[in-house]
């Protein structure tokens, strides 16, 4: 089964149109059978079981959910007009012109707020990542209206973080890993928040608290500071 509205198109062994709910769902027929894709202006999501809400796209995917957002070279969108056509803004964090790759049990896209929420299946955990940089927890959510990230549940960030070697005077980017029961990166303030039994990790520092701020400089790349509280151990 194939079906197009407007920039959206799917495909699946089978489709079930709830009239009453205005809702398509598309799923496979066993193992062997043709995994539910849908293809938009975003990316691409593909799942055992597609719903999608016909009337304003919002999408839930469920069962060994991947999914693929497109980097600003490939979504079409004019750059110049990037905000009039509603471009998703990606955070600071990730490239702008690369792929994002997410995998999870459950998606559940809201268009309307440009949120899109994933969730792991016990024991897995959702995994967002672009090539060293990655995020991980029980749940993932990922604001494209404002370029925020957030992970929670045995959370985990992965990222290249520019810093001064204390030696050279130098900058040079180091790989840096993030732990904690959250996380969370504002991409307006170029902060990110590592919350309860807190953990940041290069080859440079180890550095443990209840709370862990990380303050970034305008490029999102580059340390401005670090803020600890509650029980440091560095």
Known sequence: VGFEDGATRGEADEARYDVVAGTLTLITLG???????????????????????LDGH???????VESVL????????????????????????????QRIYVTAGLLEYDPDQSVARYSATAPA??????????????TITLDEATGSIGAEGNARSRST?????????????????GRGETVHYDDETRRAVYSTDAELESDRVHLNADTIELYLHDDAQTLDRIVAVGNVTL
């Open 31 to 53: 193992a062997a059978g043709q995994t539910p894709r849908i293809v938009d202006r975003r990316g691409s999501i593909q799942a055992d079981t597609v719903t999608i809400t």
């Open 58 to 64: 919002e999408i839930e995917a469920t069962g060994n």
């Open 70 to 97: 497109l980097s600003s070279a490939e979504d079409g969108v004019d750059p110049s007009r990037a905000d009039e056509a509603g471009r998703a803004r990606r955070p600071g964090l990730l490239a702008d012109d």
């Open 125 to 138: 955990t959702a995994r967002l990542w672009q090539e060293t940089t990655e995020f991980q927890g029980t």
């Open 161 to 177: 973080i520019v810093q001064i070697n204390d030696e050279t005077g130098e900058l040079e980017p180091t790989m840096t890993t």
